[in-house]
């Protein structure tokens, strides 16, 4: 693996990007409106968009996320730019890392334009810092690219790829604890949960909305889905393969 | 970046006893043969005989069932060979969502070489009047020229280019096979496949495939008198009629046995 690979990677992935104007405005405009609408809906209802919508706005992002990096894996898959990538001299780590850098810094603008809106003009407030809650829907979103990468793999078809985000994000999204709180599942479901990244990720902004101060469990959450994080990445990398049947 | 291979002595490709089985069909059957360094090979045959097969295992991209492919030396897909073997597919694999020097630069820092690299190889193909167009917006023929020169940076030793002369027009097609000849002539070793048996006159020798098989190791003249052919349609035909009665027809005009 060296920086110069992966750089261009990433440079590669955001100048494609920059070419698709309206994937672009799409990927802020939608969790940017989506938070609108939560905030309007939940607007004269005492505290529940202060409840609602910080743990919302780490789940938006992932899920675009993981739409726009499945589809953008699985057409490297099936184009063949990835096998002519893995014949020249790359490692997969080169690949893996450069998505998850021009994503990343998508999701930062992503998040800091929403969290924005969500903490200005939709008047939101958290006991925790704010900052925070940018740095954990940055981290959600960064979690939506390393599944898409890694789920991606089990699909051949873009009509695949996107039937990926009910059947592994939906599911994630009825047990993590914004429907029912977690410890109120039933108990082989609260067990479930617990081998969710999305559960760590709602409970992380649980925290900041309720605690004032940074709590153990707050970092606790943040580690685990760093690691889920890290772990996607890396199965996503022994997705790629150099030779094929 | 690389150096030619310097020993003449050493082919620059031997490929021994490959096998590729794909589902319940033999796509590559006991192939054998070696590519002499410097030397332009034509890979004729219909489509589906298993040329794109035996090309991805040259290059290392096909789990192979049996056999052993070698080049320069090393084992086919071994990391050594990532910057000295250059590899065509035969659908375009370049991105359609960015331009032309946008791709090749990408390729190019990949490969650690310069930016003067991917203006030379836009000149080989010819290229330099749409470097700055969107690939997605480009002919299919254009789109395969962006895609040959991306396996043009680096200057490999061995090139493996599966039908890249395909849906041209003639001018463009004399330009590209004279530009192989010179990268033949200055010792770079190419295997170009095609299933326009035509294009088998531009070729130094011919590999002639059916069914997994290599019908013939042979040149554009030898297959011509021994099949007793006007032309290589009816040269290959030929070909096939003499292997299904098992005559054993089989023309071998190189030295090397099959």
Same mark, same amino acid.
């Given at each position: 693996?060296?920086?110069?690979?992966?750089?261009?990677?990433?440079?590669?992935?955001?100048?494609?990007?920059?070419?698709?104007?309206?994937?672009?405005?799409?990927?802020?405009?939608?969790?940017?409106?989506?938070?609108?609408?939560?905030?309007?809906?939940?607007?004269?209802?005492?505290?529940?968009?202060?409840?609602?919508?910080?743990?919302?706005?780490?789940?938006?992002?992932?899920?675009?996320?993981?739409?726009?990096?499945?589809?953008?894996?699985?057409?490297?898959?099936?184009?063949?730019?990835?096998?002519?990538?893995?014949?020249?001299?790359?490692?997969?780590?080169?690949?893996?890392?450069?998505?998850?850098?021009?994503?990343?810094?998508?999701?930062?603008?992503?998040?800091?334009?929403?969290?924005?809106?969500?903490?200005?003009?939709?008047?939101?407030?958290?006991?925790?810092?704010?900052?925070?809650?940018?740095?954990?829907?940055?981290?959600?979103?960064?979690?939506?690219?390393?599944?898409?990468?890694?789920?991606?793999?089990?699909?051949?078809?873009?009509?695949?790829?996107?039937?990926?985000?009910?059947?592994?994000?939906?599911?994630?999204?009825?047990?993590?604890?914004?429907?029912?709180?977690?410890?109120?599942?039933?108990?082989?479901?609260?067990?479930?949960?617990?081998?969710?990244?999305?559960?760590?990720?709602?409970?992380?902004?649980?925290?900041?909305?309720?605690?004032?101060?940074?709590?153990?469990?707050?970092?606790?959450?943040?580690?685990?889905?760093?690691?889920?994080?890290?772990?996607?990445?890396?199965?996503?990398?022994?997705?790629?393969?150099?030779?094929?049947? | 970046?690389?150096?030619?291979?310097?020993?003449?002595?050493?082919?620059?490709?031997?490929?021994?006893?490959?096998?590729?089985?794909?589902?319940?069909?033999?796509?590559?059957?006991?192939?054998?043969?070696?590519?002499?360094?410097?030397?332009?090979?034509?890979?004729?045959?219909?489509?589906?005989?298993?040329?794109?097969?035996?090309?991805?295992?040259?290059?290392?991209?096909?789990?192979?069932?049996?056999?052993?492919?070698?080049?320069?030396?090393?084992?086919?897909?071994?990391?050594?060979?990532?910057?000295?073997?250059?590899?065509?597919?035969?659908?375009?694999?370049?991105?359609?969502?960015?331009?032309?020097?946008?791709?090749?630069?990408?390729?190019?820092?990949?490969?650690?070489?310069?930016?003067?690299?991917?203006?030379?190889?836009?000149?080989?193909?010819?290229?330099?009047?749409?470097?700055?167009?969107?690939?997605?917006?480009?002919?299919?023929?254009?789109?395969?020229?962006?895609?040959?020169?991306?396996?043009?940076?680096?200057?490999? #030793?061995?090139? &493996?280019? /599966? !039908?890249?002369?395909?849906?041209?027009?003639? %001018? *463009?097609? +004399?330009?590209?096979?004279? =530009?192989?000849?010179?990268?033949?002539?200055?010792?770079?070793?190419?295997?170009? #496949?095609?299933? &326009?048996? /035509? !294009?088998?006159?531009?070729?130094?020798?011919? %590999? *002639?495939? +059916?069914?997994?098989?290599? =019908?013939?190791?042979?040149?554009?003249?030898?297959?011509?008198?021994?099949?007793? #052919?006007?032309?290589?349609?009816?040269?290959?035909?030929?070909?096939?009629?003499?292997?299904?009665?098992?005559?054993?027809?089989?023309?071998?005009?190189?030295?090397?046995?099959?």
């Amino acid at each position: 693996m060296t920086w110069r690979r992966t750089r261009a990677t990433a440079g590669r992935v955001l100048r494609q990007l920059r070419h698709d104007p309206r994937t672009l405005a799409l990927l802020v405009a939608v969790p940017a409106v989506l938070m609108g609408l939560l905030a309007w809906i939940l607007h004269g209802r005492d505290h529940d968009f202060d409840t609602f919508g910080p743990q919302l706005l780490g789940i938006f992002p992932l899920v675009v996320m993981f739409l726009v990096t499945s589809v953008a894996t699985l057409r490297e898959r099936t184009g063949g730019t990835l096998e002519r990538l893995l014949t020249m001299p790359m490692a997969k780590a080169d690949f893996v890392l450069g998505y998850a850098i021009a994503f990343g810094l998508a999701a930062i603008v992503q998040a800091l334009v929403v969290s924005g809106l969500c903490f200005g003009p939709y008047d939101m407030t958290v006991r925790g810092d704010a900052w925070l809650v940018v740095v954990v829907a940055v981290l959600d979103a960064l979690l939506g690219t390393a599944l898409g990468l890694s789920l991606s793999a089990l699909a051949t078809t873009e009509f695949q790829a996107v039937q990926f985000m009910p059947a592994f994000i939906l599911p994630q999204l009825l047990l993590c604890g914004i429907i029912v709180p977690r410890s109120e599942l039933p108990t082989i479901l609260h067990w479930v949960s617990y081998a969710l990244p999305m559960s760590y990720a709602v409970d992380a902004t649980q925290q900041l909305i309720t605690h004032a101060a940074v709590t153990t469990q707050f970092l606790v959450d943040v580690i685990v889905v760093g690691g889920f994080l890290v772990a996607a990445l890396a199965v996503g990398a022994t997705t790629l393969r150099r030779r094929t049947p | 970046m690389t150096t030619q291979a310097p020993v003449s002595a050493a082919p620059a490709a031997r490929v021994e006893h490959l096998t590729v089985v794909r589902g319940c069909t033999h796509a590559v059957d006991d192939v054998s043969f070696e590519l002499e360094t410097g030397t332009l090979v034509g890979l004729l045959g219909p489509s589906g005989c298993g040329k794109t097969t035996l090309m991805r295992s040259l290059v290392g991209t096909q789990v192979v069932s049996s056999g052993t492919v070698t080049l320069l030396g090393e084992p086919a897909g071994s990391p050594r060979l990532r910057d000295r073997v250059g590899y065509v597919t035969q659908v375009p694999s370049v991105y359609g969502d960015l331009t032309v020097r946008e791709n090749l630069s990408y390729f190019a820092t990949v490969l650690g070489e310069s930016f003067e690299a991917v203006e030379l190889v836009l000149a080989d193909v010819d290229l330099c009047d749409h470097a700055a167009s969107m690939v997605g917006r480009l002919s299919g023929g254009e789109r395969a020229r962006v895609s040959l020169a991306t396996a043009l940076l680096g200057s490999p #030793s061995i090139l &493996v280019l /599966d !039908e890249p002369t395909v849906g041209l027009d003639p %001018l *463009l097609r +004399r330009s590209l096979w004279s =530009l192989f000849r010179r990268l033949a002539a200055a010792g770079t070793t190419l295997l170009v #496949s095609s299933h &326009v048996m /035509d !294009e088998a006159e531009r070729c130094e020798r011919l %590999l *002639l495939m +059916r069914d997994g098989r290599i =019908l013939a190791d042979t040149n554009p003249a030898g297959l011509l008198s021994s099949t007793a #052919s006007e032309d290589f349609e009816s040269a290959f035909v030929a070909l096939i009629e003499g292997d299904v009665l098992g005559s054993g027809g089989v023309p071998k005009a190189g030295e090397e046995g099959l």
